[in-house]
């Protein structure tokens, strides 16, 4: 395959050190390559520092309206079922403004795969509470940290669609060290391989690093993951129909 | 060719003229007055090879839309007032990004949740843009269930050729009321490469349909040049109208949709009754056919807007800057908004009224 061949262009992400967006996208154009599966593939650019996607995934892509990533996708694939769709999007997208739309996309079980970037935080507008940051977390709009009191507790989206009855794939993984990077790629070769082989919806959730907003270290975000985030959102498969 | 004549309602009747324009997918959310148009293609849509899904919102509809049309499929919604209001974000989008789609806007009273008979208060929202940016829609004003489907047709054709969502504007009377009309099939059903479209990036290059432009310096100004160009295109070459009793008239009466149809009606009585009035009808609300308009005034003194709502044509009949060889044109206007419509007799003294001043 040459490089020109790859599903991730050559060349440099914009994206901060350590960023899991970064991790993630890569993953997912390794996948894509060794599915080979570029040519026929159509997948989602969401709003947030992960808009520009499509300047390095080297496949059709359509950029989404905030929040409304479930139903474009939803439209794409049913008019073209034969190609293959990923939804990738953040918390913001996927788990706040545009929640009615991933709980309904999950629950119809359209056959596309979903990729969903947890880090906690709204990213490009600044380090805003996400519906995904935890209690106690700072961010600009929650100076003091979350308290369930005012805000609630953070949505747990895999537990959520694990009460649904049509999606046939559900994972939680995450990328903040090797062992877990790897459990992670084979969780979205997972996803896609579902929609191939015509099963039905598919959902990857990635808890991933957000240094910048964190106000963090590379090396002190990855363990923010491995500890304080995996232990309320369990790194688990909760549903595989195909075993 | 096929000819066949049947007595449907209007939104039966642009149902149908979806499927034969080659329609291939609907997502909409129940709304009245338009339950007839889902109604029917849940029915109709798949059995014609396309898809139809009950949307768990507008938001959620014209996003449907959007990834549908954005694969080069011709895709519709349909809605009423409060949810196209929903839907006016992701119509910026489609507008933005070129993509062609038919959203079908039942007008209902308003504003608010208003109530559910018909009205033409959602005039502003449709020509103006309704969403967020530099953008224009096509908006076509049928008056007649026959124009329900001959529009229809007419609106995916347009689509596709200028690149642009089209917007049939019609009032919910016209959406529910029933008349016998001839379904004609279109000429020609897709004609139109769309090598823009999202299909797989198999022996091209990847094709990418976005709206941001952050990146590079004046990238964004360009776009909107570029949309500009389109617009004014557009503009030069559809205008769409219909002028009756225009030869010998000093009095026109404007008017689209149902209030055109009892102006009609008003205007043949006062021509009966001696007074020299004719009927100008815009038929596409955007581009607005100030051309047309402007040949007709050119020998009318007095003016008469009929509509739906408290007045919002008439904007664009004062801004259709009627020349200046006539002298101090009186525009009047006859309208209310709240689901009144205008009353065939009552529109009758009006103009009576108008011609003995």
Redo the contacts between chains.
Sequence with gaps: MTPEERTIRPGRMHYCPVCGHAIAQRMIGEVMDELGI?????GT?PVGCA??L?DY?????????H??I???????????PD?VVFAYGGDGDLLSIGL??TI?CANRGENITMIFINNAVYGMTGGQMAPTTLIGQKTITTPEGRMSTETGAPLRICEMFATLASPVFIERVAVHDAPHMQRAKQAIRKAFLNQIEGRGFSFVEILSMCPTHWKMGGKEACQFVGNEMASYFSIKKFRDVDG | MEHEKTLVMGNVAMSEAAIRAGC??Y?GYPITPQNEVSEYLAQKLPAAGG?F?Q???E???I?????????G?R?MTSSSSPGISLMQ??IS?LAAAQIPCFIANIMRGGPGLGNIQGSQADYFQATRGGGHGDYRLIVLAPWSVQEMYDLTIRAFELGDYYRNPVMLLADGILGQMAESIELKDPVQKKSITKDWA??????RK???????Y??QKDALEEKNMELKAKYETITSELQLSETRFGDDAEIAVIAYGTPARIAHWAVKQAREAGVKVGLFRPITLWPFPVLELRKLAARCRKFLVVEMSQGQMIEDVRLARIPATTVDPKIEFFGRGGGWYPKPKELLAKILEIAKR
């Design positions: 570029r040519e026929r593939t159509i650019a808009v520009l499509y995934f080297n496949c059709d892509i359509i950029e989404c309206p929040g409304r479930p139903a474009v996708a939803t439209g794409i694939k049913r008019m073209r190609n009615a739309e309904h | 291939r997918f997502a898809v899904i949307a768990e919102s938001l959620a509809a996003n449907m839309v959007f990834g549908a049309a954005a694969t499929e895709a974000e992701a989008y999202l299909t797989g990036c198999a022996g990847p094709n990418v349909v976005r709206t941001l952050l990146q």
